[in-house]
């Protein structure tokens, strides 16, 4: 039998990710941490997903010769996350008094895209459907999703 565990993305800077993706709703769940492997692993889910459909982020630590720590680009080459949330326009207004890009703003009342501080598309749809509201339904996409 398969069953899905988790999706992982590497993060430059757990703290932004971490408070990122609690403006979804999703919170820590657990963190493992290697000394000799110089990596943090921190999972994230949803509640009552717990174990269920997680979110691995994992931190590659710097080098300990003081050399430039690894970067990742071209998140869009993972494709996107996917989370229903329960106000679309709540969410995307939280996501936007944080700082974030709504990359496809939810002129339908239905779906959104953001991206992570590491460039991961997050796609946001809306728990049922809410009408087409402003200033929502007159924004144009900002760059890629």
Known sequence: ??????SMIRVTDPDATIAFF????????????SDQGRFTLIFLAAPGDEGVAEVELTHNWPPEDGSPAETYAGGRNFGHL???????YETCQRMIDAGHIVHRPPRDGHMAFVKSPDGISVELLQ???LPPQEPWASMANTGTW
């Open 1 to 6: 039998m398969t069953k899905f565990l988790h």
């Open 22 to 33: 609690e403006l979804i709703g999703l919170k820590e769940v657990r963190r493992f941490s």
């Open 82 to 88: 996917a989370y229903r949330v329960d106000n679309i």
């Open 127 to 129: 728990d049922g459907h």
